[in-house]
């Protein structure tokens, strides 16, 4: 069964930084593109940053700038680096395998992480 374990998330105040981290297993990682996606409370859910097979990437607006995904296929986990945050990035994260794009939109895949809770203050 394909498993992803997340770890990173914590409370930080506002200007601070995390990296989190989303760890695969049961899975050919290194031919599946992979996504951050967050949802805030009250809001829907948001893909934040994809990072595809190839290694190209694409970023939410809201976070161009500040935030980097980035992937080790040797060690079977996918990164996001968050600098600079806000109170408006609280939210649990969730990593995503096996999405993709149709045309410029982007599908998740099945498989997602448990979350961990990025928690910003002012």
């Known amino acids: 069964q394909v498993q992803l374990v997340e770890s990173g998330g914590a409370l930080v105040q506002a200007g601070g930084s995390l990296r989190l981290s989303c760890a695969a297993a049961?899975?050919?990682?290194?031919?599946?593109?992979m996504g951050w996606y967050r949802q805030a409370p009250g809001k829907q859910r948001e893909l934040v940053a994809v990072i595809t097979r190839g290694g190209s990437t694409n970023y939410a607006d809201s976070v161009k700038g500040r935030f980097t995904i980035s992937r080790s296929n040797a060690k079977n986990t996918v990164y996001l680096q968050m600098n600079s945050l806000k109170p408006e990035d609280t939210a649990p994260y969730y990593c995503?395998?096996?999405?993709?794009?149709?045309?410029?939109?982007?599908?998740?895949?099945?498989?997602w992480g448990q979350g961990t809770q990025v928690t910003v203050s002012s």
């Open positions: 049961g899975i050919a990682f290194s031919i599946v593109n």
């Open positions: 995503n395998i096996g999405g993709d794009y149709s045309g410029s939109k982007y599908y998740p895949g099945d498989y």
